[in-house]
């Protein structure tokens, strides 16, 4: 049995391998990781407000502050306040931890 569990450890440490999350390499742009991340999440969510006539658009992000956009039907709305904080923030702010507070820019 001992020849088998060195076979086991083998495929163990290949799937542990290609489970891992490759290292992020510095964006060209100078983007940092945690503003793709944010970029990427805001992507997500996106459709949920465009089923409803309103888009979200990332402006900056600043000293863990993220800066959005509502547009669409979601200007003048008055859910909007909840759908950024209750929906967006709690959503990035969970994602990505270097992340304070979501804002309207």
């Known amino acids: 049995m001992p ?3 060195r076979f086991m450890d083998d ?4 799937a542990d391998q ?10 060209a742009d100078g983007e940092s990781d945690a ?5 990427a999440i805001i992507e997500e969510l996106r459709p949920f407000l465009q089923a409803d006539g309103g888009d979200i658009e990332f402006v900056d992000m600043k000293d863990s ?6 547009v669409g039907s979601c200007i003048g ?3 909007s306040t909840m759908t950024l904080k209750a929906g967006v923030e709690m959503r990035i702010c969970e994602a990505v931890p270097e992340v304070k507070s979501v804002e309207m820019a």
């Open 35 to 39: 503003c793709r991340k944010v970029k």
């Open 18 to 27: 290609a489970t891992a999350e490759p290292a992020a390499a510095p964006a």
């Open 77 to 79: 709305c008055p859910s």
């Open 3 to 5: 020849m088998f569990d």
């Open 11 to 14: 495929d163990k440490k290949q």
């Open 65 to 70: 502050v993220v800066y959005v956009r509502l």
